[in-house]
Structure formats: C-alpha cells, structure tokens
C-alpha cells in the first residue's frame, strides 16, 4: 500500500495559478500510474491529469489542456499538478491517486490521499 499525502490547495481568484502537491512513500513512480482526480459535492470524481511509470507521457481532462501541467520528481518522490488560468468551475477537492493502468479512469487506481480544497472565485 502507498501512502499519499496532498498539498498546496487554497483560495485564489479566476484567472490565478496554484501548485498542488502529493507526496508518496517511497519511491513508486517507476512502477505506478500517477494522476490527479477531483470531486465535487454531488458529483461523480472526474480525472483531471495522469502520468505514466517513469513520467514520458501524460494525459489530461479536455476540461483543463493546456492549463494544468502534472509532473513529479522522483528523488523527492512528489507529484505535482501546476494550475493556470483557474475558473470558478474547476473549485473542487482534489485527490492524488496511484495505480497499475495509465489512464483516467478512478476504478484503475487503488491508492489515494486525503484530498486537498481548491476553491476558486470569480
């Protein structure tokens, strides 16, 4: 089992920038899929940006390309999700998740943090 630790989420106004982070125990990321998920009250949890073992290819949500970056660095063993041009639609908690399959998908993921608030105004 991986622990995953998320960070970085807050309030900003539309059109602002925020940096989450998800830190994981140990070194996984050339054996897992990570990705980044939100959820909303109500709502079904929607996958926001995955990247592949070992971070040579990436996917994201139609809903946030060319917004949001996913990274990691494996020395520090942290993800993150870089967040520009944020809109009131995007406010939800966000979950940072790991699994086997590279895709986005929550059912191919089985390890998730505890989630982090982004909320944002217009």
């Known amino acids: 089992q991986v622990q995953l630790v998320e960070s970085g989420g807050g309030s900003v106004q539309a059109g602002g920038s925020l940096r989450l982070f998800c830190v994981a125990s140990?070194?996984?990321?050339?054996?897992?899929?990570m990705a980044w998920f939100r959820q909303t009250p109500g709502k079904e949890r929607e996958g926001v940006a995955a990247?592949?073992?070992?971070?040579?290819?990436?996917l994201y949500a139609n809903s946030v390309k060319g917004r949001f970056t996913i990274s990691q660095d494996n020395a520090k063993s942290t993800l993150y999700l870089q967040m520009n041009s944020l809109k009131p639609e995007d406010t939800a908690m966000y979950y940072c998740?790991?699994?086997?399959?590279?895709?986005?998908?929550?059912?191919?993921?089985?390890?998730w943090g505890q989630g982090t608030q982004v909320t944002v105004s217009s």
């Open positions: 990247i592949n073992p070992g971070g040579g290819d990436t």
């Open positions: 998740a790991a699994g086997r399959v590279f895709w986005l998908l929550p059912a191919e993921y089985y390890d």
């Open positions: 140990g070194s996984i990321y050339d054996n897992y899929s």
